[in-house]
């Protein structure tokens, strides 16, 4: 607590939307209150039915990690650009690079992010069962790994060739057989820091992380099932369309004039896509995939596909 005050870092309340400074504490559930919410906090009971710990910050004995923004150190990551797929604070949402994108709370984005992290887990541990169970038990024979020495005779010489085939056979076997030991060690390496990240990582350190795990899980031959969706204002990503639910592209990229839209909809200006009010738009929100006005309804470009994603940085 020394250091927050010397260095004059300053709390927020974990409830406000604004960046409201904080000065209470509850040791029940770790979080942060500004006056106002943390009498608020103080009035309701826990799930056991008991009373809130709430004392003043300098009294708190255990914080909750926060993970800050790398350019706003004082703000938190709180949310979820869909279209960069990053996480961000309050201050990146109004920059050029994310000003106009689809954002969320990253808590809702961290609960998609976790079911393809666990479904990853899960083929990475089939993928392991296999890779364990293959083993050639000649790989790390010792009988024929002695090179004879060269003869003249031409019974020796064959003798000499057909073991130079043995060595070259038991050679690549071992190659085989360390590679195959390596990538199982690789798989097992990024199953327990998984495991350890959904388990111990906050919903910013899954989401920030989570790519990093994921092309890993690629490069070792893992394929990562997509589920769930991305929601936020209309917006929605789902595995049944390979596009967004929204009204027009220009709201959904943030005024990009490359952005495309399957619906007929144009735009002036040199746009490629779909505008409120514009010829074609169909007035409604619709899939930028297939130009379908139902939600729910399945893309015809993917109905006859099996949805198995490889994600890429």
Not at 91 to 113: F, L, P, Y
């Amino acid at each position: 607590m020394n250091a927050v005050f010397t260095r004059q870092i300053l709390c927020y309340c974990d409830v406000c939307q604004e960046q409201n400074q904080a000065s209470l504490h509850c040791m029940t559930c770790l979080y942060n209150f500004c006056p106002d919410c943390g009498a608020k906090h103080y009035q309701t009971r826990t799930k056991n039915g008991g009373i809130h710990d709430v004392r003043p910050l300098w009294q708190a004995k255990r914080f909750r990690r926060t993970t800050v923004c790398l350019e706003h150190p004082e703000y938190p990551l709180r949310f979820y650009c869909i279209a960069c797929q990053q996480v961000i604070c309050s201050e990146c949402m109004w920059r050029d690079v994310h000003r106009g994108h689809a954002t969320e709370e990253h808590t809702a984005a961290s609960k998609i992010t976790t079911a393809m992290l666990a479904n990853a887990i899960q083929s990475a541990r089939i993928l392991l069962d296999s890779l364990l169970i293959r083993y050639t038990a000649n790989s790390f024979s010792s009988g024929r790994l002695c090179r004879s020495r060269c003869s003249n005779q031409p019974r020796m010489r064959i003798e000499f060739d057909r073991e130079e085939l043995l060595y070259a056979k038991e050679a690549r076997h071992r190659i085989e057989e360390y590679t195959r030991l390596r990538n199982a060690r690789y798989l097992l390496d990024a199953i327990s820091l998984t495991e350890q990240l959904l388990t111990e990582g906050t919903d910013a350190e899954i989401l920030s992380l989570s790519k990093i795990i994921l092309k890993r899980f690629n490069a070792l031959g893992v394929n990562v099932r997509a589920t769930g969706s991305f929601a936020n204002g209309g917006f929605q990503q789902d595995v049944r369309h390979s596009g967004i639910f929204h009204c027009c592209t220009f709201c959904s990229s943030g005024g990009k004039k490359e952005a495309t839209c399957a619906c007929p909809g144009t735009m002036l200006g040199g746009y490629k896509g779909c505008g409120h009010g514009h010829p074609g738009h169909p007035r409604v929100k619709h899939w930028s995939c297939c130009g379908s006005i139902v939600r729910d309804s399945v893309c015809p470009r993917l109905s006859s596909q099996n949805i198995v994603y490889r994600f890429t940085l």
